[in-house]
């Protein structure tokens, strides 16, 4: 087999996901750009600001900022004013968001699953401790 950049194969893993899981939540009004990931953390870290979601999603905050506006605006997620800090806005899921949550996760884990169709269970093992392994490079250069 010829040998291919990592970065090239996880680019065009990555981008087929997107693609596929764009299309998948379009009709629940969720778009591309990463939106489930900023949904997903917003239900499991209610109350969370803007800068917190840019750090531990690592997006830049022109990203987020639209991503949080959309999923607003697509009845989601509310921002409340932080009352320690009026510049700052929490974010919250709401109610639809919080029953939509099971069909989130379903078609997140459905995604993950077509990704290991060819993988034997140690090899997708395996594949994770390998993928974990080379994202330590970037963790110890991120800010």
Known sequence: MKKEPIGKLISYIQRSQQKMLAKELAPYGIGSGGQ???????LHNPGVNQDRLTQELKFDKA???????QLEHAGYIERIPDP?????????????????????????????????????????????????????????TDD
């Open 84 to 140: 320690e800090d009026r510049r700052s806005l929490l974010l919250y899921p709401t109610k639809k968001a919080q029953a939509f949550e099971p069909v989130l996760q379903a078609i997140l884990d459905d995604a993950n699953k077509r990704m290991a169709i060819h993988l034997t269970p140690d090899e997708e093992e395996h594949l994770l401790r390998l993928l974990h392994k080379v994202s330590l490079s970037f963790s110890e």
């Open 63 to 69: 990203t987020t900022a639209r991503s949080v506006k």
């Open 36 to 42: 489930h990931s900023f949904l997903k953390n917003v």
